[in-house]
């Protein structure tokens, strides 16, 4: 799978004080555009949820470009990111290499109940004056069931926050599902899932640190321990859908 070098982004955190200044929530995403068109009666559908996100422990020894379909995840152990007891506070206001591997586990044409279309969006603080920032968000990654297209790996900089939530993350999906005795597909339901990421030890917060994680498209999947299944396994539990993604620190000059 080839991979792409990004821009570099410069986001910078916002305390809860300058949040509620600016009159936007991290975690309520309503202003976001669809990042494909969407016909009336889905927006309609449309829902906001919380992104369970995941830690892969002693990820941070793996290798930077692994593959989510590595057997080295076989059997690892996931816990909640927002349970470790705190994020990698040199990391605050500093650069590092945020990369997106792709979706764990691939997705199939067979898949009864399966994610159809799937983007991720980064958000990040305009450069302003601290009590006028608004938010600013960019799609970074995006894959589909079909015509098949799972995503490329790409990775890209940026520049955490210095508190509070240095880095907000946003799943926007679509999923279509078999109903009834015949088969037939259902509508597509979009919605849109949502975390944030700090370097000390907000409540309810992902921890950010180097090493692997797992963005839950299932809210609630990875709100407790789990272990990954076996890379051979005929079925993978559909529950355990994810966007794998990675948090590398900048080599010191």
């Given at each position: 799978m080839?991979?792409?070098?990004?821009?570099?982004?410069r986001?910078h955190?916002?305390?809860?004080?300058?949040?509620?200044?600016?009159?936007?929530?991290?975690?309520?995403?309503?202003?976001?555009?669809?990042?494909v068109?969407?016909?009336?009666?889905t927006?309609?559908?449309?829902?906001?949820r919380?992104?369970?996100?995941?830690?892969?422990e002693?990820s941070?020894?793996?290798?930077a470009?692994i593959s989510?379909?590595s057997?080295e995840?076989d059997g690892?152990?996931?816990?909640?990111a927002?349970?470790?007891?705190?994020?990698?506070?040199?990391?605050?206001?500093?650069?590092v290499?945020m990369r997106?591997?792709?979706?764990?586990p691939?997705l199939?044409?067979?898949?009864?109940?399966?994610?159809?279309?799937?983007?991720?969006?980064v958000r990040?603080?305009?450069d302003?004056?601290?009590l006028?920032?608004?938010p600013?968000d960019f799609?970074?990654?995006?894959?589909?069931?079909?015509?098949a297209?799972?995503g490329?790996?790409?990775?890209?900089l940026?520049?955490?926050?210095?508190?509070g939530?240095?880095?907000?993350l946003?799943v926007?999906?679509r999923?279509?599902?078999?109903?009834g005795?015949?088969?037939a597909?259902g509508?597509?339901?979009p919605?849109?899932?949502s975390?944030?990421?700090t370097?000390?030890?907000d409540a309810?917060?992902?921890?950010?640190g180097?090493?692997l994680?797992?963005i839950?498209?299932?809210?609630?999947?990875?709100?407790?321990a789990?272990k990954?299944?076996e890379?051979?396994?005929?079925?993978?539990?559909?529950?355990?859908r994810a966007?794998?993604?990675?948090f590398?620190?900048?080599?010191?000059?």
């Amino acid at each position: 799978m080839s991979e792409r070098e990004a821009p570099i982004f410069r986001p910078h955190g916002v305390s809860r004080r300058d949040l509620l200044a600016s009159g936007a929530s991290a975690l309520g995403w309503t202003a976001l555009a669809p990042a494909v068109p969407l016909a009336a009666e889905t927006v309609v559908a449309a829902a906001q949820r919380r992104l369970a996100v995941g830690f892969i422990e002693g990820s941070e020894r793996f290798d930077a470009t692994i593959s989510p379909s590595s057997r080295e995840l076989d059997g690892a152990t996931v816990v909640p990111a927002s349970s470790l007891i705190l994020g990698e506070q040199s990391w605050a206001g500093e650069m590092v290499r945020m990369r997106i591997h792709g979706l764990y586990p691939r997705l199939t044409m067979v898949d009864r109940d399966t994610v159809d279309t799937a983007y991720l969006r980064v958000r990040y603080w305009a450069d302003e004056d601290p009590l006028h920032r608004r938010p600013l968000d960019f799609i970074a990654w995006g894959a589909r069931r079909h015509p098949a297209n799972q995503g490329q790996s790409v990775s890209f900089l940026l520049r955490l926050g210095l508190t509070g939530n240095v880095l907000d993350l946003a799943v926007e999906l679509r999923t279509k599902s078999k109903a009834g005795s015949l088969g037939a597909v259902g509508p597509v339901a979009p919605s849109v899932l949502s975390t944030s990421f700090t370097v000390d030890a907000d409540a309810g917060m992902a921890r950010i640190g180097p090493g692997l994680y797992l963005i839950g498209l299932v809210p609630g999947t990875y709100d407790a321990a789990v272990k990954l299944p076996e890379s051979r396994a005929s079925v993978i539990q559909p529950e355990l859908r994810a966007l794998m993604v990675s948090f590398r620190p900048l080599p010191l000059q």
